[in-house]
């Protein structure tokens, strides 16, 4: 599975951006993790083909929402109220199979990455 990412920028603390990936084909679940400067990688979201079902990182939760068109091989992350700590280069990844909910935000989980885009916040 190849993945594209795009939508990444710079933009104002309390604006909003919105990233897209692409998948090459179709996967059951689908996610977005960030990694900041000297930080590791964290979750951010993930979404499941089935039901649509979402997760979110308690750090963005009321502030993103993932979706997906299953038609496309898309997900979308929409980000609002941004916040100068959410800068990152954001990660597309993908499983082609159901991940279990416990396992759903470790990135051991998704065999498939994109190249990241870099999301800048400033204050």
């Known amino acids: 599975v190849q993945l594209q990412a795009s939508g990444g920028g710079l933009v104002q603390a309390g604006g909003s951006l919105r990233l897209s990936c692409t998948a090459s084909?179709?996967?059951?679940?689908m996610g977005w993790f960030r990694q900041a400067p000297g930080k590791e990688r964290e979750f951010v979201a993930a979404?499941?083909?089935?039901?649509?079902?979402?997760y979110y990182a308690d750090s963005v939760k009321g502030r993103v929402t993932i979706s997906r068109d299953n038609g496309k091989n898309t997900v979308d992350l929409q980000m609002n109220s941004l916040k100068p700590e959410d800068t990152a280069v954001y990660f597309c990844?993908?499983?082609?199979?159901?991940?279990?909910?416990?396992?759903?935000?470790?990135?051991?989980?998704?065999?498939?990455w994109g190249h990241g885009t870099l999301v800048t916040v400033s204050s």
């Open positions: 990844a993908a499983n082609p199979n159901s991940v279990i909910l416990t396992m759903i935000s470790d990135f051991n989980s998704y065999p498939y």
């Open positions: 979404i499941r083909s089935s039901g649509g079902h979402t």
């Open positions: 084909r179709r996967t059951f679940t």
